[in-house]
């Protein structure tokens, strides 16, 4: 099904580490793209199935081309979510909820300060969308997206004190349409900070990462979905 794209695993292919490294950032093992000179970094949180998928990678090559150093950490710890009917999924929502996700971006936040960063901010798909919307309401970054993400709350959204910007799907179970429209009008109510939400037509929830590429139209969507986020970035991460 379309709308499980997110659960599958990650096929791990030659392209991974093309243009980046795997390094240490804040204890936590991280894929690394971009100049170190930059003083513009965006942390990108991944979905369920981990930090190694190929597409996630590839992203993160291509937004650092623009002048951000981008950093893809391992929030899961190698713990990544499975689609196999014996795996026990309550068991890893719990041990892996989005606010710790959140509590343990802190640490490669800190660092990335205290290499000369002077603005950071963070997109997260999937499960990294709930992770960075509990980022937007730390204090810690400047601007967030949230990429057909999974379990926010209008608790979060209340927190949230820096623009974000929230990309949907169509057909998505695990955030409808009609919630997150619920969501983008409790957005709206707090002019202190801008927010954008758009719910792109004809995709399932995780279209930006999981997509046929011999398929124009999704190819299409997903390259707009990427490029708002850029431009959103470009926006308020300066």
Known sequence: MAESACLENPKITSLIS???SLQELGGVRCYITGSDNSKRALI???TVVGFELPSLRELADKVAAAGFLVVVPDLLYA???SYDPQFDREGW???HGEAKGCEDTKPIIAALESRGVTAIGAAGFCWGGGVVTRLAGSGNIQAA???????????????????IALLGAEVDQFLPPEQLKQLGE???SKPEFESYVKIYPGVAHGWTLKYNVEDESAVRSAEEAHQEMLDWFTKYIN
Do not use: W
């Open 79 to 81: 713990d990544y979510f």
């Open 93 to 95: 929502l719990k041990k």
């Open 18 to 20: 093309r243009v980046g």
């Open 44 to 46: 990108f949180v991944s």
């Open 145 to 163: 997206v949230a990429l057909h993400p999974a379990r926010i709350t209008h608790d979060d959204i209340n927190e949230v004190k820096v623009p």
């Open 186 to 188: 409790k957005l709206a």
